[in-house]
C-alpha cells in the first residue's frame, strides 16, 4: 500500500505526517507554494530488520564492498571502533577493510523500528562476537534507511561502543 505525503517547506528524505489523498495537493513547479507531492514506499517492521540481516549477511563474506553497497551514495557512518567520521563511499570502505579483519558478527540485543515516509529507523543495541580473535563489543547502534531508486539504503549509521560494561 502506497500514501500520499506532502512535504512542506521540509527537506525530503525527513520524517512527515501522512495526509490522505484527499488532503494532498498535487502542485506544479510553477505553483511557487513550496508542496511537493511524493509517494512513500510501504515497510514493515520486520522488513526493516531484515535489512539489518542484510547487512550482517554482507559482514560474513569480508568483503568491504559488499557491506559498502548497502550504504548510500550520500552515507555517512559514525563507526564503532574508529573515532573518524565517514562521509564518502570511499571511507566507510576504508573503514569495514579493517573492521572486516577479525570476522565480526552481529547479533541484535533490543530493538527499536520506527517507519516514516521512505524512510526506517532501527535504533538499539548488538554485539559483534569476532571469530579470529574470540572477541565481544556491545554497542548501541543506529541505522536510518532511505528508499531511493526502488531500493532502500542505509542513510547513516552510528554504532558506539557502551559506556558501561555489561557481561
Same mark, same amino acid.
Not at 72 to 76: A, C, H, L, T, Y
Not at 96 to 102: A, Y
Given at each position: 500500500?502506497?500514501?500520499?505525503m506532502?512535504?512542506? @517547506?521540509?527537506?525530503a528524505?525527513?520524517?512527515?505526517?501522512?495526509?490522505?489523498?484527499s488532503m494532498? !495537493? =498535487?502542485?506544479s513547479?510553477?505553483?511557487? #507554494?513550496g !508542496? !511537493?507531492?511524493?509517494?512513500? +514506499?510501504?515497510?514493515t517492521? =520486520? =522488513?526493516?530488520?531484515d535489512?539489518?540481516? #542484510?547487512?550482517?549477511?554482507?559482514?560474513?563474506?569480508? #568483503?568491504?564492498d %559488499?557491506?559498502?553497497? *548497502?550504504y @548510500?551514495?550520500?552515507?555517512?557512518l559514525?563507526?564503532? *571502533?574508529?573515532? +573518524?567520521?565517514?562521509?564518502?563511499?570511499?571511507?566507510?570502505?576504508?573503514y569495514?577493510?579493517?573492521?572486516?579483519?577479525?570476522g565480526?558478527?552481529?547479533s541484535?540485543d533490543q530493538? +527499536? &523500528?520506527?517507519?516514516?515516509c521512505?524512510?526506517a *529507523?532501527?535504533?538499539?543495541l548488538?554485539?559483534?562476537?569476532f571469530a579470529?580473535t574470540? #572477541?565481544? %563489543?556491545?554497542?548501541?547502534?543506529s541505522y536510518?534507511?532511505?528508499? =531511493?531508486?526502488?531500493?532502500w539504503? &542505509?542513510?547513516?549509521?552510528?554504532?558506539?561502543l557502551?559506556?558501561?560494561?555489561?557481561?
Open positions: 500500500m502506497k500514501r500520499k506532502v512535504f512542506v @517547506g521540509v527537506m528524505g525527513t520524517f512527515c505526517l501522512p495526509l490522505s489523498a494532498a !495537493q =498535487e502542485s513547479p510553477s505553483s511557487g #507554494d !508542496q !511537493q507531492s511524493v509517494t512513500c +514506499e510501504a515497510v517492521a =520486520e =522488513e526493516v530488520a535489512l539489518f540481516e #542484510d547487512w550482517n549477511a554482507a559482514l560474513q563474506t569480508r #568483503d568491504p %559488499a557491506v559498502v553497497a *548497502l @548510500g551514495p550520500d552515507s555517512v559514525v563507526p564503532t *571502533l574508529s573515532n +573518524e567520521i565517514r562521509l564518502t563511499p570511499a571511507a566507510i570502505r576504508d569495514f577493510v579493517h573492521f572486516l579483519e577479525d565480526p558478527e552481529g541484535i530493538r +527499536e &523500528i520506527r517507519i516514516g521512505n524512510t *529507523l532501527d535504533i538499539g548488538y554485539t559483534f562476537a579470529d574470540g #572477541d565481544v %563489543a556491545h554497542a548501541r547502534y536510518t534507511y532511505a528508499f =531511493e531508486d526502488g531500493g539504503a &542505509i542513510a547513516s549509521h552510528h554504532s558506539s557502551m559506556p558501561e560494561t555489561t557481561e
